[in-house]
């Protein structure tokens, strides 16, 4: 038996972390469907009518430069692996002072791109209605805060959905004009009458269409697989949207002339798409745009909101930046304020596209230099927590190179952009030394370190000490989730525990909704434990109390099924114990997180239908063959040995019912079919190893059978049902069925096998 613990101390190993959710798809998906923009559906008319066919260099040196960056974020990303990115980033590196200009200049410019993307969305909107395009940016912006306020949910794959869509109508324009472009039109390359010049002013404009690669970093706690996934989604989608850029106004250049008067038009896309594919190449171009634009400009004002909420709760912002909806569990007013400063800008700038861009483009520039600066610093300062496991190839050349290039980008700007840009930073600056200096909760850098060099090495060691003795204590996972099944589950993990010798991993995923920031309902979930026993807490006390070690972890996340694979991704669990409260109908099943699991864990699972599991003193396990049966005999056989109860081996043969026994030849024909079955029976308990009664039925309903058998007993197990087939789906599975009409409870058994 497992040795006892302390109750007292049960909820001591009880941690709260994020959950990671996200595959390199769905990573990737977040840069490019923030790039895959506003700015590759408005602006390649205005930029090529100010280079020529030079802005193909333009849009080339921008991905170049993003590059850059994107390796140099790649490896404080996996150094850094927390919720946060460019923000975390300078605030580990340079402190609270240049986190506080950072943490504004982030959020602003997100905002000024949010309001360029609806201001984008205006003109293809305005093109198809005649209206304002301000009107409709203003009125768009209105609802995606709405939406936004009450955590409208999206599906897991919604994100990657419309990247799909967005890319595919571009390559649809592409394929369609790439045999129509005239080459001659692109001659000269770079325009006497332009020259260089037109590169360097383009290249502020355009930089803002490369923004979205900085959100990945921004989710990295939440991303599976860091060290691999997240400098693969990074570099991969600043390489896919340059690739996709260039082609799109290749195709542009090649069909107009750049300086046709016609060329600077925010919709010359949807022109030239009318003019190839007709009033359906119109359509097609105009559903991109639209779904681009009003894509780009949700995921921005999210991410605003989110960086905002951030910064009220480290105190850089006002505390009530900080507040979350009592109903919405949204950060309600972080998002007003978000939304109320877009549809600002776009009443007072909603005239000057180009402006908006710049100004964002140069904000976001600004926290890139630092963050290629700071991959040098955090290099040198070789700091014992600071190991990235991706190293920036080409160093220290390629961190000096992206700070040279944002530079460069930065002072071709417009007059106007800088004195905008200075002036935000400079508002920043005096924000911290008035009112922050002395009330921050951040902390530098040394901080930091104390408690890396003195907890973390610790907790590394305990976490290694564990998976090292992983084999002599086997983990079971225990998900909970409902009160009312809590008990009969525990009765059963802790018994299974002790029998085999095994620690349990507790674990409640907190639940949030998208619009929500995990860190909110981090929060909200340590103040409702400080108020109050949690069903961690108490389950924790009572594997104590059992005798059984056990470790409890809160995980916030946005899909409860992800949530739970990813800890059994960790933890190589032995066994995953579930429980199931209410009616078993399939229709209801399918939208759990107990079908969720069932669907994807590569583990073995049980899953409990309790109706009140007292002493149990009889189990009745029904088989048919198959590795589910013979698990569940095993765990019906440790569990009897657990409670001194007894174990019944049932099975159900389908005959004719009492009409079978009105001749002789019937009555002979119902010996051999017992016969054959009691043999079976005999086979499989001793291919398993456990002893048990045996008992063979027959009747017209297998169902009806086994429901019968079971009201001698307390317990039923029984393995999964394979039955994947239409009359399943209709009428439910065998094991389904039992788990509704038994009286007793019934504890279904998947194997991995």
């Not at 989110?306 to 930046?321: E, N, V």
């Not at 980008?409 to 002036?423: C, E, F, K, P």
């Not at 079971?710 to 065998?734: C, K, P, Q, Y």
């Amino acid at each position: 038996m497992a040795e006892k613990v302390n109750a007292k101390n049960s909820n001591a190993n009880t941690r709260t972390h994020l959950a990671r959710d996200l595959g390199f798809i769905a990573a990737m998906s977040v840069g490019v469907g923030t790039m895959v923009g506003a700015g590759i559906f408005v602006l390649p008319g205005i930029v090529a009518s100010k280079a020529g066919p030079a802005v193909l260099l333009s849009f080339a040196t921008c991905g170049f430069i993003s590059i850059l960056i994107a390796l140099c974020m790649a490896e404080l990303s996996t150094g850094m692996p927390y919720a946060g990115g460019g923000y975390l980033f300078a605030v580990r590196a340079f402190g609270p002072l240049v986190g506080t200009v950072m943490g504004w200049a982030l959020w602003l410019s997100l905002i000024f791109a949010s309001a360029f993307y609806m201001i984008g969305f205006g003109y293809y909107m305005g093109d198809a209605l005649g209206v304002s395009p301000t009107l409709v940016a203003v009125i768009m912006t209105v609802l995606l805060g709405l939406l936004n306020f009450v955590g409208a949910r999206e599906t897991g794959g919604t994100q990657s959905v419309i990247v799909g869509v967005l890319i595919l109508v571009l390559i649809t324009f592409v394929a369609r004009a790439i045999f129509t472009v005239e080459p001659q039109r692109l001659t000269p390359f770079v325009p006497p009458e332009i020259g260089f010049s037109g590169v360097m002013i383009t290249l502020p404009i355009l930089f803002i269409t490369f923004m979205g690669f900085a959100e990945i970093s921004a989710i990295s706690e939440e991303i599976r697989n860091p060290n691999r996934n997240l400098p693969l989604a990074l570099v991969g989608s600043v390489v896919v949207v340059t690739i996709i850029y260039c082609a799109v106004v290749f195709c542009i250049l090649g069909l107009r002339q750049y300086n046709d008067p016609n060329m600077a038009n925010e919709t010359v896309l949807m022109d030239l798409a009318r003019q190839l594919m007709g009033r359906g190449g119109y359509i097609l171009v105009l559903f991109g745009g639209i779904l681009a634009t009003v894509s780009s400009a949700n995921a921005s004002v999210m991410a605003a909101s989110r960086i905002s909420f951030a910064m009220g709760r480290d105190q850089l912002m006002p505390d009530w930046f900080n507040q979350i909806h009592s109903r919405f569990r949204t950060p309600y007013l972080s998002i007003a304020v978000t939304g109320g400063l877009t549809m600002v800008l776009l009443v007072i700038l909603g005239g000057h596209l180009e402006l908006l861009a710049e100004v964002a483009g140069f904000l976001s520039l600004v926290l890139y230099s630092l963050i290629t600066l700071a991959c040098i610093i955090m290099r040198h300062a070789k700091l014992d927590w600071y190991k990235p496991s991706f190293r920036t190839p080409g160093y220290p050349l390629v961190p000096v190179l992206g700070l040279m290039g944002c530079i460069f980008v930065m002072v071709n700007t417009s007059r106007a952009t800088l004195i905008i840009g200075y002036l935000i930073v400079a508002a920043s600056f005096v924000w911290y030394l008035l009112f922050l200096r002395k009330g921050t909760r951040l902390v530098g850098a040394s901080n930091i370190l104390l408690r890396e060099k003195v907890i973390n090495p610790l907790v590394v060691r305990a976490e290694e000490f564990i998976v090292a003795r992983r084999g002599e204590f086997p983990t079971i996972l225990v998900p909970l989730a409902n009160p009312d099944t809590e008990q009969s589950l525990l009765k059963v993990s802790t018994a299974l525990a002790r029998r085999r010798r095994a620690r349990l991993q507790l674990i409640h995923v907190v639940n949030v909704p998208l619009q929500t920031p995990l860190e909110a309902g981090r929060a909200a979930y340590e103040k409702r434990r400080e108020e109050q026993k949690t069903l961690l807490d108490i389950a924790s006390r009572h594997a104590a109390e059992q005798g059984v070690k056990a470790r409890a972890s809160a995980i916030v996340a946005h899909n409860v099924p992800s949530a739970i694979l990813s800890v059994a991704d960790v933890e190589q669990p032995d066994l995953v114990v579930m429980g199931w409260h209410g009616e078993i109908r399939r229709p209801r099943i399918q939208r759990t997180s107990v079908a969720g699991v069932l669907k994807v864990a590569k583990g073995n699972v049980v899953v409990l239908k309790t109706r009140g599991l007292g002493e149990v003193g009889r189990i009745l396990v029904p088989i048919s063959g198959g590795p589910h049966a013979k698990l569940g005999l095993k765990v019906a056989s440790e569990l009897a040995a657990e409670w001194g109860a007894l174990v019944t081996a049932l099975n159900s043969q389908v005959g004719r019912g009492p009409s079978a026994a009105r001749s002789e030849f019937d009555r002979e024909s119902i010996r051999l079919f017992r016969g054959v079955a009691e043999d079976f029976v005999r086979d499989t308990l001793d291919e398993v190893g456990v002893q048990a009664e045996m008992n063979v039925v027959m009747d017209t309903d297998i169902v009806r059978a086994i429901v019968r058998a079971a009201a001698e007993h307390d317990l039923i197990v029984m393995g999964a049902s394979n039955e994947w087939t239409l009359r399943s789906w209709l009428f439910g599975s065998i094991p389904d069925k039992v788990a509704d009409r038994a009286p007793a409870s019934v504890l279904m058994v998947r194997s991995r096998e």
